[in-house]
Structures are given as structure tokens and as C-alpha cells.
């Protein structure tokens, strides 16, 4: 066991590896061979002997080597979750349209509603994504008074900052949207929170009562209806979120796609319970609580969403079906609205392994140690599908050698 605070990701598997078993007794809802796989990946994530292994060695001088175990890409694994994140970067920052300014609007439930939403979450957790799209819709709608076209990219976020089930939806959004002919891009310079609040309980309400038809959860709209009569919890980030930040999709990554806990995080483990802080949004300081591995645990697999389900949708002028041709028309109508923001929005590459590896560490990963040269592939060797390239095979076998001769004239 270990009792000091740790930054290592393996006390994350660590407490999986040692009460995963009794977790599962002890739950049964989890006792399915889908969970059971994201564990197992999760522990194996970063053995080469489990995972599998790319080997590379300097063809040059023969001694360079360096070993590059494969990824589990297992929703639990905290190890995958920051490449999740560069990559989510990478490919939002792409789709976001330039000249348009963007918001950072969060929809919460009630905290009435949470254990209806965690018992159902196969079925409600697609409605409520969609609910998101359809509202900031009609809200654009009403404050210009005439029916606009937005668009968002929305990502569903189970977790609170404390790892508790709070589901609540991320967006991602144009402040504005096209006008019912599609040829002129309404800007919306102030957006009405009281209005937003009232639109967002209407449109949730109204999607749980459709979803689930059952007298209990009718009894908890109308519950609802009373007991906030001024609408719900919303937030929107005010001001253009690009004016502050070099990149709207690096901005929101920290919010959005990261997973229900980092490794900075977990301060103690002693075999029984687990201790960790985080930013409370209630007194604005760092909280640190301590509870028994099991209900660690619990707070960790809840979030991990049904086999297929994706956390992220893009809706309207966003949709990534019609997002060329309405590229197009929404450069078309920018152009005839004064004061557009001017380079608000930076695309971000995709990094590779071998550019995290050199930001994080300061090395090249694929230059020999010894002779400086780049190293090649060596071998590629999958536990599944067993050895997938050898090079010294084809070096043995004279590949390159009858090749060159071929080539002659």
C-alpha cells in the first residue's frame, strides 16, 4: 500500500487493481463484461507485454532503442484521457466558423432529477443532448424576435467538481445564428439570463415528461415547476470567450472533455480510503475530501456513458454533415455585418506521440542517444494479432536487396 500523497497515474490503477472485485460484488449493476473490459484495459494500459508494443532502433549505429507500448483508449484510463483532450482540441478548433463569436453557456438539471437521470441513463442522456440543441434555438429565436439558425457543439457532462453524478450539458455556441432566408448572420450582443433560465426548465421539464412516461416523474415536474419558479441554474461566460484566450476549443477542453478526476488530485491512498481536492463552486476555495475506495469507485464508473454513446454532438450551423456548404454561406453573410471578430478563432494540430513525448519531457523519443540520428520501426507486435512487422525478418529474408535488383533496368 502506499500513504503518501502521490502524482503518479498508477495509484489510479492501483485502487482498481485491489478492490475492483469486491466493487463489483458489492454492485452488481457493474458486474457486465462491458465494465469489466474498460477495467481490464485500463490496468494493462502502458504494459507492452498486454498491449502491445511499437519497437524502434537506430538503423545507423545499432544501438538506439526505445519501446512505445500502445493505448488502451479506455474511458476510465487517466493516462488516455490527456491525449482525449489534445485531440478533442484539435478537432474542434477546426469546426468552429471564423468571424463568428463563441460562448461558453453550461444547462444544469436540479438536483431532484439526478437519480432519475442515473437510473435511466440509456435512454435520457441522448434526449437531454438534443434538448440542449433545441433550446438555445428557440432562446435565439425569442431575443431576436424572428426565427434564427444557431449552432453548437454540445458535450454531456456527468460530474461535478467533487466527482458526485451531476449531469449537465457544455456548449459551445454561436452567438447568433442565420435568419430564416440564410442569407444574414444575426449577431446577439446581449443574451437574457432570466429568459435563458426560463427556457432552459421549459424545454428540460418538457423532454423528461416525454421520456419518461411515468406518474413519478410527472410528479417531480410539476414539483419542479413550483419550486423554481424563476427557472433553472444556467451560466453563460461572459463577453466572446476568444477575446481572452488564444483558442476557444483549448479554453473549454479544461471544462468539457477532461475526465472525472486527475492524478494532481488524488492526494492519499492507504489501502481503505482515498483523499482528494478540488475547486468548490459553492466557496471558491479547495476542498479536500476523504471517503472509503468504494465509494471512490462508484464516483469514477458512474460516468462512463452506455457502449456506443458519444459525449459530443454538433447541432445546426455546427453540423458536421453541412458544415462546408454552410461555411460558405455563413462567410457570405459575416460580410455584410460590420464589426466581425477578426482571427477569434486558431486551429490547433493534432499533436503526435512523438511531439508530447519532446513537450513533456524536453527529448526527442525517436533520436538514437547515441549517434543523434532518427530512429526507425523496428518491430510492431500486437497480443492479439501477434507480430504484425519485423524488420529484421525482411532485412533476413533480403526484401530490400531483390527489390533494388528489380528496379534495374
Not at 199 to 220: F, G
Not at 233 to 257: E, L
Request: net charge positive.
Amino acid at each position: 500500500m502506499i500513504a503518501a500523497p502521490s502524482r503518479d497515474w498508477s495509484v489510479f490503477k492501483q485502487i482498481f487493481a485491489e478492490h475492483w472485485d469486491a466493487f463489483q460484488h458489492a454492485h452488481p449493476r457493474y458486474q457486465t463484461a462491458y465494465y469489466d473490459g474498460l477495467v481490464t484495459k485500463m490496468l494493462g494500459c502502458g504494459n507492452p507485454a498486454k498491449m502491445g508494443y511499437s519497437e524502434y532502433r537506430c538503423l545507423h549505429c545499432g544501438q538506439g532503442k526505445h519501446l512505445v507500448a500502445m493505448s488502451c483508449k479506455s474511458s476510465l484510463c487517466l493516462r488516455c484521457a490527456k491525449v482525449s483532450v489534445d485531440n478533442w482540441v484539435s478537432q474542434v478548433s477546426q469546426v468552429l466558423h471564423a468571424g463568428v463569436i463563441y460562448r461558453h453557456i453550461i444547462l444544469t438539471v436540479p438536483a431532484l432529477f439526478r437519480t432519475t437521470f442515473y437510473h435511466n441513463a440509456a435512454v435520457v442522456l441522448r434526449a437531454f443532448r438534443r434538448c440542449g440543441a433545441q433550446c438555445l434555438d428557440d432562446f435565439y429565436s425569442t431575443v431576436r424576435g424572428k426565427r434564427l439558425r444557431g449552432g453548437s457543439i454540445t458535450v454531456l457532462h456527468t460530474h461535478g467538481r467533487n466527482g458526485q453524478y451531476h449531469p449537465h450539458l457544455h456548449l459551445l455556441a454561436t452567438s447568433g445564428g442565420l435568419d430564416g432566408s440564410g442569407e444574414r448572420w444575426e449577431h446577439l450582443q446581449y443574451l437574457p439570463y432570466a429568459l435563458l433560465r426560463r427556457k432552459w426548465q421549459w424545454h428540460l421539464l418538457t423532454m423528461l415528461r416525454q421520456t419518461l412516461k411515468t406518474d413519478a416523474v410527472h410528479r417531480l415536474v410539476e414539483t419542479c415547476f413550483q419550486k423554481y419558479p424563476d427557472g433553472l441554474v444556467t451560466n453563460v461566460q461572459k463577453g466572446q470567450v476568444p477575446s481572452q484566450y488564444q483558442s476557444v476549443a483549448r479554453y473549454v477542453a479544461q471544462y468539457v472533455v477532461s475526465p472525472p478526476i486527475s492524478v494532481r488530485r488524488i492526494d492519499r491512498y492507504d489501502g481503505k480510503r482515498v483523499t482528494y481536492h478540488y475547486r468548490s463552486h459553492r466557496t471558491g476555495r479547495m476542498e479536500h475530501e476523504t471517503v472509503p475506495v468504494d465509494t471512490f469507485i462508484g464516483r469514477m464508473v458512474q460516468h462512463t456513458v452506455p457502449k456506443g454513446f458519444k459525449r459530443i454532438r454538433y447541432y445546426g450551423v455546427q453540423a458536421t454533415k453541412t458544415f462546408a456548404k454552410v461555411k460558405e454561406v455563413i462567410h457570405a453573410a459575416l460580410a455584410k455585418v460590420e464589426g466581425v471578430v477578426k482571427g477569434a478563432v486558431k486551429i490547433i494540430a493534432r499533436m503526435t506521440y512523438r511531439q508530447r513525448y519532446e513537450q513533456s519531457t524536453g527529448r526527442d523519443p525517436l533520436q538514437c542517444p547515441h549517434c543523434q540520428h532518427p530512429m526507425d520501426v523496428w518491430r510492431i507486435w500486437h497480443p492479439t494479432y501477434g507480430m504484425i512487422y519485423d524488420e529484421g525478418e525482411v532485412i533476413k529474408r533480403g526484401t530490400y536487396s531483390s527489390t533494388a535488383q528489380g528496379a534495374g533496368p
